[in-house]
């Protein structure tokens, strides 16, 4: 992940603090130093220790923090990640949203995390979507690869991915493939392309054209997942995907498939409980 957060942090202190922080202002010296420590509340994996610093540094270079635990970590509740010292206006003006940051990208880690366990010993890989919070798509990516998961694109520039609405504005399989090969050439772009199939008639009618990189099979049941693998036959990289849970994870992986993408690994999870306290 590159440190395209660091533009945002301005922005994001700008929402939570405005014209000021009016509640520390008014009842802590500008000159008192003091010192903070980030305490784990719930097991899982630990996410966002990077932006955490960056945000420390952004708002008040002369915080000093002491880090014991990485991300990517397993921890338990009790364990201290890290340590801040500094002026306690900058400790409170900073500890929201340090927290949004590193909650919500530890549980998004621990939730990969389980996900991935579940397929210990295959070859299948855990992807993630673009259902993810608009502005914070980076970090919850970021946090998916930190728990274990795999990035699927980015966003809609980085690969061809013909859904089901492509498909039917286009006129059929072959008409999006075609033109997406053709779109391609025309604009220089080397992108992989990968087709959505809903059922065996059209997964025949994406096999029957050259190009593609991936066959994404929507909605299949286990038992037709494998089916779909032993039809296209290293033809291709096979994708599962739809309403595909924890529970149901390894049944699909199992059948051989290449890769398996959940959104639930973003668009609903709960942040991981941690807090930050003051050191007495």
Request: glycine letters at 8%.
């Amino acid at each position: 992940m590159s440190n395209y957060y660091k533009t945002l942090i301005p922005y994001w202190f700008a929402e939570d603090i405005g014209d000021g922080d009016h509640t520390s202002l008014s009842c802590i010296p500008d000159t008192a130093i003091g010192k903070s420590q980030l305490i784990i509340k719930e097991k899982g994996v630990l996410a966002g220790v990077r932006v955490a610093q960056a945000i420390f540094e952004s708002f008040d270079p002369q915080l000093k923090t002491t880090v014991f635990i990485q991300d990517g970590a397993a921890v338990n509740p009790g364990d201290i990640v890290f340590e801040v010292e500094g002026k306690v206006l900058s400790l409170l003006q900073t500890e929201r949203l340090m927290l949004n940051v590193m909650q919500r990208m530890s549980g998004v880690a621990t939730v990969t995390a389980t996900y991935v366990k579940q397929l210990a010993g295959l070859k299948t890989k855990v992807l993630d979507t673009r259902k993810t919070t608009p502005g914070l798509r980076m970090l919850e990516k970021e946090a998916v690869k930190i728990g274990g998961g795999t990035n699927h694109r980015i966003g809609l520039f980085d690969m061809i991915l013909l859904k089901d609405n492509h498909v039917d504005f286009a006129g059929g399989i072959a008409n999006a493939i075609n033109r997406a090969k053709q779109y391609c050439k025309e604009h220089n772009k080397p992108l992989k392309i990968e087709i959505e199939v809903r059922n065996f008639d059209e997964l025949q009618q994406a096999l029957a054209c050259s190009g593609v990189d991936r066959i994404m099979l929507d909605n299949f049941t286990p038992a037709d997942t494998r089916k779909a693998v032993a039809i296209i036959d290293g033809k291709c990289e096979i994708e599962s995907s739809g309403n595909i849970t924890v529970e149901t994870l390894r049944a699909y992986g199992e059948c051989g498939v290449d890769y398996i993408s959940v959104g639930a690994l973003t668009h609903s999870v709960k942040s991981l409980d941690i807090s930050f306290k003051a050191v007495k």
